[in-house]
C-alpha cells in the first residue's frame, strides 16, 4: 500500500516506518521537525531498503499537503503528526487545538480531494479519564482531564463524523498505552528535547548520568509498592500494531478504537529494577510528592486489537527496558550523538 505518515520522523512514527517498509508498504513522510531530528530519516534509509520519501511540512499547511497528495497519491494516511505535553496543552490550549484538531481537518480535506478514504489515528488512553474500572476496555467512558486528551477525543469524534459521512471510508483509532523501548539495532529511539517528562527517557538519562537520581511521584497510591501502576508496551510492538491497522482497514468501514498495550502492568519501582537488572546500572532514586493529574494505575484490556486487528504484543519488560538501554548509551546525546 502507499502510506502517507505524517510525524514520521518522530518517535513512534520512525519506528513505524521500518515496520510498514519491511512489510513492504511504500512510505512518504511529512514532518515539520519541531520534535524531530532529519538525522532519524537518514538511519531509516541505512535500516532498510524500503521505498521513502519525504517532505518538510507542517499538516496545517493545505497548499503543501494537496502538493504532497498529488505527487504519492497515498491510498491510506497514518498520522502522528501533533503535540503531546499535557502540561504544554494546559498553558497553551489554542496552539494544541490547532496542531492536534485543525491539523487533523486539513489533513482530512487534503485525503478527501483526492479521494483517499482510510486512517490510522494516534489516540491516546488519556482519553478515557480518571478510571472507573481497570483494565479500560474500550466501552469505558471517555472524560479526559487535560487539554492534549480533549483535543485527542476531539479528533476521534471528528474522525468518527467524516466516517459517518461516507460509507466507504476508515478510521481506526489507535488508544496507546505507555510506549517505551527501542529498535533492536540501536539506531533508532526516542530522544527527548528537554527534560524528559516520562519514566523511561528519565530513567535512562540517569544511567547515562545526565541527570542525579529518579524523582518518584509518590509512593503513597493503593498499589503493591505504593508507586504508580502503568501498561507500557514495547515501541516495535505498537509499531506493529499500525501495520495491523492497515489490514483492518483494508477490509472493514466506518471507524473502531482499538486499545493498544500490553494488558499487564508495572509499577515505577519495577520499571526502575528492571533497567538496573537489564543495563548493570544503578538508579538512584528519591521520593516527592505526586505529579498534579496522575492517576494511580492505568491497564488495557487489548482483547479487541487481539481479535479484529489480529495482532498481539510480543516483546517482554526486559526487552523494553534493555532496548531503552542500548539506544540511550549507544547515543548519550539522541541523534545528536
Ligand atoms: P513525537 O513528538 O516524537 O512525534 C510527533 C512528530 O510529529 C514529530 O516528528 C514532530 O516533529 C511532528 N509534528 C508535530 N507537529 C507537526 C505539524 N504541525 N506538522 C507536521 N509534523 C508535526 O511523538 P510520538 O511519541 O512519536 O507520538 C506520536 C503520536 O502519538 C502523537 O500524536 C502523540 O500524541 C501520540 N501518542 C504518543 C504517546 C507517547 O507516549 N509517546 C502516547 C499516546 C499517544
Ligand atoms: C503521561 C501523560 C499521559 C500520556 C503519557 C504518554 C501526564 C499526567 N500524563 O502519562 O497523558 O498519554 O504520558 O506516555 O503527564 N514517574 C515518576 N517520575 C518521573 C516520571 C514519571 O515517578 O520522573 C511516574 C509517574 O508518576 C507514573 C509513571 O512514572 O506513575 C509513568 O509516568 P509517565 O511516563 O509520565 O506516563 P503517564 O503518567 O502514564
Known amino acids: 500500500m502507499r502510506v502517507l505518515v505524517t510525524g514520521g520522523a518522530g518517535y513512534i512514527g520512525s519506528h513505524t516506518l521500518l515496520e510498514l517498509m519491511a512489510q513492504g508498504h511504500e512510505v512518504c513522510v511529512v514532518d515539520n521537525y519541531c520534535n524531530a531530528s532529519p538525522e532519524v530519516l537518514v538511519r531509516i534509509r541505512s535500516l532498510s531498503n524500503g521505498t521513502l520519501v519525504d517532505h518538510i511540512g507542517d499538516v496545517r499547511d493545505s497548499v503543501k499537503l494537496d502538493d504532497i497528495m498529488d505527487g504519492f497519491q497515498p491510498e491510506a494516511v497514518i498520522h502522528f503528526a501533533g503535540l503531546k505535553a499535557v ?7 489554542l ?19 483526492i479521494g483517499c478514504r482510510k486512517i490510522v489515528f494516534s489516540s491516546s488512553a488519556t ?25 485527542k477525543l476531539m479528533v476521534e469524534q471528528i474522525l468518527t463524523d467524516w466516517t459517518a459521512a461516507q460509507d466507504d471510508t476508515t478510521a481506526v483509532l489507535l488508544r496507546y498505552f505507555n510506549p517505551v523501548g527501542a529498535h533492536a539495532s540501536g539506531q533508532i529511539g526516542e530522544d527527548p528535547s528537554d527534560i524528559p517528562n516520562n519514566l523511561m527517557p528519565y530513567i ?3 544511567a547515562i548520568g545526565k541527570r542525579d537520581a529518579l524523582t518518584v511521584f509518590g509512593d503513597d497510591y493503593d498499589t503493591a509498592d505504593g508507586t ?13 500494531a499500525h501495520v495491523a491497522a492497515l489490514g483492518y482497514a483494508d477490509k ?3 471507524a473502531r478504537a482499538f486499545n493498544v498495550g500490553t494488558g499487564q502492568s508495572y509499577s515505577v519501582l519495577d520499571m526502575v529494577a528492571a533497567f538496573e537488572r537489564t543495563s548493570g546500572k544503578t538508579i538512584p532514586t528519591k521520593v516527592a510528592a505526586r505529579r498534579d493529574g496522575d492517576i494511580a494505575a492505568m491497564q488495557a484490556d487489548a482483547t479487541r ?23 540511550q548509551s549507544g547515543n548519550p546525546n539522541g541523534y545528536k550523538s
Open 305 to 327: 486489537a487481539k481479535h479484529e486487528l489480529k495482532w498481539v504484543t510480543e516483546h517482554n519488560l526486559d526487552d523494553m527496558t534493555s532496548s531503552t538501554w542500548v539506544w
Open 252 to 254: 472493514a468501514t466506518g
Open 127 to 151: 482519553v478515557y479519564g480518571v478510571p472507573k474500572y481497570l483494565p479500560y476496555d474500550e466501552a469505558h467512558p471517555t472524560n479526559p482531564t487535560s487539554v492534549y486528551g480533549r483535543s
Open 87 to 93: 502540561g504544554e496543552s494546559q498553558e497553551r490550549p
Open 204 to 206: 535512562a538519562q540517569v
Open 228 to 240: 504508580g501502576l502503568r501498561d507500557y508496551i514495547h515501541v516495535v510492538d505498537l509499531a506493529r
Open 95 to 113: 496552539h494544541y487545538y490547532d496542531i492536534n484538531v485543525s491539523g487533523t481537518l486539513c489533513l482530512l480535506r487534503a485525503m478527501d480531494r
